[in-house]
Structure formats: structure tokens, C-alpha cells
């Protein structure tokens, strides 16, 4: 269980509810993550890694593998919301922290947007007669609503949504392999390597894509205060999560790859109308399976993902707000549902603001995706910073695995991918963390520079009392 007084030790009240279970906390980040997520990007990541769409997952899970090891270093040093805005702030420096909350915003506050977006265009394919702006009012509305009522309503709705998505899936993955088996399609290990157009920066290009995916594991670390077994849940909740929906990724996109009617077309056009995976599950089945996937596809991004991202979107501007770096209003939980209720409002009014926009956008939906995953391998970056420097650093921790070779490899590999990213990505995150340094260049010479409360000088562990 749970210590009723860990938030006091950092000059907080426990005023979010404790309602959620390790299994809440797994159907929480499998929702999050989509298990059917990479139906609606599968065409971009097989154009973007030359046919190999099943090695960068599974090289997006080996990556991410070691920042979820992290994240459960830090969430068990600070067993509070907000991610890493606090475990760099606590465990780096207060201003390294509003960086790393202004750069994590560029993920979270953009992925409800893009959710509804992708969602709503999908639905007006579906049903013309329905513009886009419809859907996207109507699934902001209904999220909005259910997170406003509490954490509870919230968990119970998503283990609903996530049977669907696990039932459309199982659906799939059954057709698709009877098919390959009566000899549709053609079995191979493309999926997995093809000496003719592989090379490593291919890949790592094709991984930034492929992470979209995976968002959303990091997303359970903003729960540690509604956890009602405490913060060492949240670590074992974010490995199986990432584990689970990791194998459903790459079994999924490996069956697709081998039924794809135009592989050659496919590598060269891309998938400019997202409907490759649609395609892929046509030839497996006809279009009742191909319609299947897609009215999942876009129900599961509308409606459970986008609810579970704006819970973690409304936790973070919470906690930054608490801490009086973003304004104050944004701090208030309501009192009968213990669920930041101004936060949870305010993230539902800019997705639906940004969603309108983008949807006038002919690259609305790609800019949104690259701008989201250059905030997010930013923000795992500091990530593995902040284990190093406050266990092995500032604590003089001698766990060696733990705390240096373990963040150090997932900082090795996430950088890298970072560095093969789309350039556009790089310029706009670039552009954006400029800003938010700007913005704490004007904190500072206002006289309000970051402070986060309970803060003391650290002592260092005891050799005999060390844990791995």
C-alpha cells in the first residue's frame, strides 16, 4: 500500500483520489498505447523503413524497454504526478524541470488534438454525410464529460473500449494468418530484415515514425497519485504494458506486411490516404474485415485513447500549475470528484481548437504526428539524464546497472533515432523548446523562478541499504 504521508514529505495534499489497481493501471496504458495503434500509420512506417515495418517495432520496444526501467527509477524517488517535469526538476534543477515540462507539453498538449483529429477524418470517410467538425465536438464532448465525473468512471469505460480493440484485433490476426495459410499473400521475413534496402539510419528514421505507437506507456507515470498500492505499481505497469502491446505491434504489422496487394507501389507512393493496413486486411478477408478495422481504428483513437490522453495531458498541466509554473487556476481539483476539474476542461477546449485547425490542413495530421514524437524521445532523453544525475550523482548510488548502463543505453539509442527524425520535426521542436527558454528567461526576470516545494539537500544512500 501506499504511504499516506510521501506527498507531504514534498509540501503536498493528497487531493486526487486513490481509486486505481495494478490491472487499471495496465488497461490505462494499453488504452493509452492502442493496441490497434499502428493500423492507422502502418503504411507511413513500411514506406519510411523500406518493407522492415516489423523491425522497427521491435526496435522501438527495445527502446523504449530501457526508458520504462527509468521511469520506475524516478517514480519510486518521486511518487507524484507530472512525469518527468518532476523527476527532472527534483532530480536535476527546478529550471531543467520547467524545460522538461515545457518540452513533455509538445507531446501531451498536441496528442488529444491529433487523436480527435485522426479519429473524426476517419468517420467522415466512414460517414460523408457527417462533416469532421461533428465527430470531432462529439468525441471531445463525451471524453470530456466522462473524465469530468472522476477517475473511477474513467478506468471502468476504458477496460470496455480496450475489449473491443482486443476483440477487432483478434479478429484480424485469426483471418490474417488462415489466409496466409491457404496461400494469399506470400510468407516472409521482409518484415523483420531485407538485405536490399537496409541500413541502420533507415531504420532509426522509420522508428521515430513507428513510436507514435507506443505513446502512451510514459502516460501511466502521471497516475502515481491515484495509485492505491503505491509508486513501485506504476514501474511494473509500464513494463508490462510496453511488453504486452509490443508483441501485438509487431505480430499485426508482420501479417500485414505479407498481405499487402502493391509492396513495390507502397515503397514508392507511401500511403499518402492512411489505408494500407485496410488494404492489407481486404486481401485477407474482403472489405467486411477491412471495414472492421478501420470503424476500430477510429472509434479506439476517438474515444478511449483520446479519454486517457486528456487524464494525462489535465495531471500534468496540474501539477506544473501546482507548483504556480503555468497559472494557478489550472490547480483546482473539484472537491466532489477529485479530478482536476479546470485542467480537464482546458485540455478538452485546445484539442477541440486544434483539431478544427489542423483539419484545414492538408499536412495536418503528419505535422501533428512529428511534432508529438520530437516531444516525446526529447523529453525520454532527459529522462535517462535525471536517473543518472540524481541516483548515481547527487545520491552516490552504486548501482552501476541500474543507474548509468541502463539509461546511458537507452539514451544511445533514442538519441540516435532523434537524429534520424524528420527534419521538420527537429526544426519545430527546436523552435518550440527556444521558446519555452524565452519563456523561463522572462520567469527569471520577473522574479518568479521555478521553485518546487519539499525540496532539500539530498543525502546519499548507505552502501548496506541500497536497493537494486
Request: proline share 4%; aromatic share 10%.
Amino acid at each position: 500500500m501506499y504511504d499516506p504521508d510521501e506527498l507531504l514529505r514534498y509540501g503536498y495534499q493528497q487531493e486526487l483520489s486513490r481509486q486505481l489497481r495494478f490491472r487499471d493501471l495496465v488497461a490505462y496504458g494499453l488504452v493509452y498505447m492502442v493496441p490497434i495503434a499502428p493500423m492507422a500509420i502502418f503504411g507511413s512506417v513500411y514506406a519510411a523503413s523500406g518493407g522492415m515495418v516489423g523491425l522497427a517495432y521491435a526496435i522501438g520496444v527495445a527502446a523504449l524497454v530501457f526508458t520504462a526501467f527509468s521511469y520506475a527509477q524516478m517514480v519510486k524517488a518521486f511518487p507524484m504526478s507530472g512525469s518527468v517535469y518532476n523527476y527532472a526538476g527534483r532530480g536535476i534543477h527546478p529550471a531543467v524541470g520547467f524545460l522538461a515540462g515545457w518540452v513533455i507539453l509538445l507531446d501531451y498538449v498536441l496528442v488529444p488534438g491529433l487523436l480527435y483529429l485522426v479519429a473524426s477524418v476517419a468517420m467522415h470517410a466512414s460517414v460523408p454525410s457527417a462533416p469532421v467538425w461533428v465527430w470531432l465536438l462529439g468525441f471531445v464532448a463525451v471524453n470530456t464529460v466522462v473524465n469530468s465525473v472522476g477517475i473511477r468512471l474513467t478506468a471502468a469505460v476504458t477496460r470496455v473500449m480496450l475489449l473491443g480493440e482486443l476483440i477487432a484485433l483478434g479478429i484480424f490476426l485469426v483471418v490474417a494468418a488462415a489466409a496466409l495459410a491457404s496461400g494469399k499473400g506470400r510468407f516472409s521475413w521482409e518484415a523483420f530484415y531485407n538485405p536490399q534496402t537496409f541500413t541502420w539510419s533507415l531504420i532509426a528514421g522509420a522508428v521515430s515514425v513507428a513510436v507514435l505507437s507506443f505513446l502512451g506507456f510514459d502516460g501511466i507515470s502521471m497516475l502515481a497519485e491515484e495509485t492505491r498500492d503505491g509508486s513501485r505499481q506504476i514501474g511494473r505497469a509500464m513494463a508490462a504494458v510496453l511488453v504486452l502491446a509490443g508483441v501485438l505491434f509487431i505480430a499485426q504489422t508482420w501479417l500485414a506486411a505479407m498481405l499487402v496487394p502493391d509492396p513495390a507501389g507502397l515503397l514508392h507512393a507511401g500511403d499518402p490516404n492512411g489505408t494500407a493496413f485496410y488494404d492489407a486486411a481486404g486481401s485477407a478477408g474482403g472489405d467486411w474485415l477491412a471495414t472492421l478495422c478501420a470503424v476500430a481504428t477510429a472509434i479506439a483513437w476517438g474515444l478511449p485513447n483520446s479519454m486517457v490522453a486528456q487524464v494525462a495531458t489535465s495531471r500534468l498541466l496540474y501539477a506544473m500549475a501546482r507548483d504556480r509554473q503555468l497559472p494557478r487556476f489550472l490547480a483546482k481539483v473539484s472537491l466532489r470528484r477529485s479530478v482536476p476539474i479546470n485542467a480537464t476542461l482546458l485540455t478538452g477546449a485546445v484539442s477541440l481548437t486544434l483539431g478544427l485547425y489542423m483539419a484545414t490542413r492538408t499536412d495536418g495530421i503528419t505535422l501533428l504526428s512529428s511534432l508529438i514524437n520530437f516531444g516525446a524521445m526529447v523529453a525520454f532523453l532527459v529522462l535517462q539524464v535525471c536517473v543518472v544525475v540524481h541516483h548515481l550523482i547527487r545520491r552516490r548510488s552504486h548501482n552501476w546497472w541500474a543507474h548509468l548502463v541502463m539509461p546511458a543505453a537507452g539514451f544511445v539509442i533514442l538519441a540516435y533515432v532523434v537524429v534520424n527524425a524528420n527534419i521538420a520535426a527537429q526544426r519545430l521542436g527546436l523552435a518550440w523548446l527556444a521558446l519555452g527558454v524565452l519563456v523561463l528567461a522572462g520567469l527569471y526576470a520577473a522574479g518568479r523562478r521555478p521553485v518546487l516545494s519539499g525540496l532539500a539537500p539530498v543525502q546519499p544512500l548507505r552502501r548496506d541499504v541500497e536497493k537494486v
